[in-house]
Nanobody, 120 residues
Framework: QVQLVESGGGLVQAGGSLRLSCAAS????????MGWYRQAPGKQREMVATITSGGSTSYADSVKGRFTISRDNAKNTVYLEVYSLKPEDTAVYYC??????????????WGQGTQVTVSS
């Protein structure tokens, strides 16, 4: 089993910034990608940013230019730096990991989430 632990969330004012961290541990074999998703009350969970083991990144249109995802493969850790935060960024942010083990099938894991609240 894989465990993902997020940290760095909190209450910030609009225009502020945060750095979220996600550390992976457990039965890690071959990571394909790690990423961040978020879910606000009453809304569907949405992808925010992902980064592959090769370093390719993807961002949701709503956060392009404001959020930056990075990784430290040696530590099995992924980061999300968020800038110019808006109230609509308020959500629980979840870390996600995809890996392969013995074949081409991908296995998906989720963290417990960290709350980001942006006040005006």
């Amino acid at each position: 089993q894989v465990q993902l632990v997020e940290s760095g969330g909190g209450l910030v004012q609009a225009g502020g910034s945060l750095r979220l961290s996600c550390a992976a541990s457990g039965s890690i074999f071959s990571i394909k990608s790690m990423g961040w998703y978020r879910q606000a009350p009453g809304k569907q969970r949405e992808m925010v940013a992902t980064i592959t083991s090769g370093g390719s990144t993807s961002y949701a249109d709503s956060v392009k230019g404001r959020f930056t995802i990075s990784r430290d493969n040696a530590k099995n850790t992924v980061y999300l730096e968020v800038y110019s935060l808006k109230p609509e960024d308020t959500a629980v942010y979840y870390c996600n990991l995809l890996q392969t083990i013995w074949g081409p099938e991908s296995y998906q894991y989720w963290g417990q989430g960290t709350q980001v609240t942006v006040s005006s």
